[in-house]
């Protein structure tokens, strides 16, 4: 009797754990938008020019994707990096990138997801102006607020972001929260 009991109490638990599960909302087939901001950090930046050197700045992305299912999406955006001044010269730069995303639900409403793909970046100072194509990379986690909306905290690097020319070596760390909106 004590075997029967226990074993409908964990088939109780099981399914109002897959019910529970199943009522959470699972983003699917919507284009969405959104915007973040953030910090971008221009690493080894200060090793190319004599100090005073700030190799961070306040930055910014705006974003569109296309949802497939829960899991896969793919997206495209454009990010300015603010200003990288290192001995009294300022160099600026942005990117435009189309990168995958897979997405994973964690907990709920909560899901963490993985993005990849490729930028072409443009990075100039008063006397030169390089363009680059090359990989990007990155991990978040989104908090979906509702069928509509959805909150996000990442981390985006873009690899090797200077030319020849130009810092070639130094790579865009961007840490943001952002705001995404589902159209449909």
């Known amino acids: 009797m004590k075997k029967k009991c226990i074993r409908a109490l964990l088939g109780l638990a099981l399914t109002a754990i897959a019910f529970a599960a199943s009522a959470q909302y699972q983003p699917h087939n919507s284009i969405y938008l959104g915007a973040s901001v953030g910090n971008a950090h221009y690493t080894n930046g200060c090793s190319f020019g004599p100090p005073p050197c700030d190799d ?100 985006q690097r873009y690899v090797r972001m200077g030319g020849s020319e130009l810092l070639e070596t130094t790579h865009i760390d961007f840490l943001s929260v952002g705001l995404l909106i589902r159209l449909r």
Not at 60 to 66: D, T
Not at 90 to 111: C, H, M, N, W
Not at 112 to 140: C, E, I, N, P, Q
């Open 56 to 155: 961070r700045d306040t930055s910014g992305r705006f974003f569109a994707g296309l949802q497939f299912n829960r899991w896969l999406a793919i997206e495209t955006g454009w990010a300015t990096f603010g200003k990288l001044a290192v001995g009294g010269t300022d160099i600026k730069a942005s990117a435009a990138d189309f990168v995958g995303v897979l997405t994973v639900p964690v907990e709920g409403r909560f899901a963490a997801f993985l993005k990849g793909g490729v930028y072409h970046g443009d990075m100039k100072s008063t006397s030169v102006d390089t363009r680059k194509d090359a990989g990007t990379f990155g991990w978040g986690l989104q908090y979906n607020a509702g069928e509509r909306a959805a909150l996000r905290a990442e981390w």
